[in-house]
């Protein structure tokens, strides 16, 4: 049997501290299942579509990684996918509270899934997709935050 975690997260966009986290996943897991929520109540900057296609392109190097949208719940995402595992970073002590609400509800929801927590290199644990956005929105260089194709695609799409 395969073992499939799935990645979830609004990916608005991906930051080098998604990467990190997927390349550390890559050696754990025959497969690593990354999930974009469509996540309208944060009204993202990038569609679905957008963000899915960005996302595939920055990982196109990954031959166990997949990218893959979803609007439901995601335990039903992570059932139809055959996987058990639901992946998610840790970058801070900040992360806690709301990862451990989040992971005590999908549990509730599906107990045959169990949630693993990674934490990316520490230079990255101050990154977030939304400081990213503020940054590029400024005019600032988000080169050192996201891939190439990421920066590019945040200059286009904020720009004036
Ligand atoms: N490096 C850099 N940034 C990271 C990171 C890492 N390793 N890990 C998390 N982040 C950042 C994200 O960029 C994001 O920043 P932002 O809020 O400034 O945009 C923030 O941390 C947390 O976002 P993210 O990891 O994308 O998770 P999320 O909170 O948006 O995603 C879902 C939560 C999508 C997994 C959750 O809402 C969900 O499961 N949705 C599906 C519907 C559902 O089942 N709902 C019921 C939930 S009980």
Known sequence: MKNIAVYPGTFDPI????????????????QVVVAIAASPKKQPTFSLEERVALTTQVLKSHANVSVIGFETLLTDFVKKQNANIILRGL????????????????RRLAPEIESLFLMPSEKYTYISSSYVREIASLGGDVSEFVPEAVAKALKNKLRK
């Not at 986290?21 to 754990?28: E, S």
């Not at 970058?91 to 509800?105: I, S």
């Open 15 to 30: 930051t080098y501290g998604h990467v990190d986290i997927i390349q550390r996943a890559t050696k754990l897991f025959d």
């Open 91 to 106: 970058r801070a002590v900040t992360d806690f509270d709301y990862e451990v609400q989040l992971t005590g509800m999908y």
